[in-house]
């Protein structure tokens, strides 16, 4: 039988599997923070795709795998290097020389990355594809929620007095009491200024704001309700109002009771056609 060399260890090769031992620790801490940040990446996609519901993203579960994998990968990793240290510590303490085999660690987290790596490769050309809007619907005639602040925005078919009229009608039709006209760009021109045609209704109905303002009275600082006809720079005119759903979350308001406060979607859409 073949007996092993007795090799006689000095201070440098402990040093030196030393090194290598950090240098796997480093490796697996590596291993471990791009995982989280791979990991985080998809939550955000997730949050971002919860506020601006109107841009299409590319699929972000995968992500979450993917970085969850990484940091098992990095633990396996330190752990594993922590024993091939006090392994190789007790070999040289032994006086065995064994040193020309490969290291197995290496090998194995060569061959895992490899594949993680294939499979994000094909994760990404996969979802290579968006589709994003169509700029010209975005711009003309799409409905879109400014996220930010909830407004509401539609391009109007006619022009802002046409609009407003047509408003009047409806409100009237409705038995929907408006209470005022703002002429913004009628009091700038007061003024000695210039800004393009813009008005604000003001409107509303006691029998459906006060049960809202019962159960949130912060609400009657979004009422009555509103809606702004004004014209861009650009002559298109747009009509603007709060969003609903942004009303209901900024108050906290019962699912029963948004009715009281939809109409002004139907109002907003129907007078811009």
Not at 17 to 39: H, K, S
Not at 164 to 179: C, P, R, T, Y
Not at 242 to 252: I, K, V
Request: hydrophobic share 50%; charged share 15%.
């Amino acid at each position: 039988m073949e007996q092993l060399e007795i090799y006689h260890a000095n201070p440098s090769d402990f040093l030196a599997v030393e090194r290598t031992f950090l240098a796997w620790i480093r490796t697996g801490l590596a291993l471990m923070a791009l995982g989280f940040v791979l990991a985080r990446f998809g939550l955000f996609l997730q949050g971002f795709n919860l506020v601006r519901p109107d841009v299409h993203t590319v699929p972000f579960g995968y992500s979450i795998w993917f970085g969850t994998t990484l940091i098992l990968l990095g633990v396996v990793v330190s752990v594993l290097s922590l024993v091939r240290y006090l392994d190789l510590v007790a070999q040289l303490n032994s006086g065995v020389r064994s040193f020309g085999n490969a290291s197995a660690l290496a090998v194995a987290v060569a061959i895992l990355l490899a594949v993680l790596g294939l499979a994000m490769s094909y994760y990404l050309v996969a979802t290579r594809h968006v589709s994003g809007p169509d700029p010209s619907k975005v711009k003309e005639v799409s409905m879109g929620i400014f996220a930010e602040n909830g407004i509401e925005r539609i391009a109007c078919q006619h022009s802002v007095a046409e609009t407003v009229a047509k408003l009047e009608s409806m409100l009237q039709a409705k038995n929907v009491k408006l209470f005022t006209i703002v002429d913004h760009s009628g009091e700038a021109e007061k003024a000695g200024l210039k800004m393009p045609n813009t008005k604000l209704l003001i409107f509303g109905n006691p029998k459906g704001g006060t049960p809202l303002m019962l159960v949130s009275t912060s609400v009657a600082l979004d009422l009555p309700l509103k809606i702004l006809v004004a014209e861009d720079a650009a002559g298109k005119v747009w009509i603007s109002y709060n969003a609903p759903s942004y009303l209901q979350q900024r108050h906290n308001l019962p699912a029963e009771l948004l009715a009281n406060i939809t109409v002004i979607e139907t109002l907003a859409t129907t007078a811009a056609q």
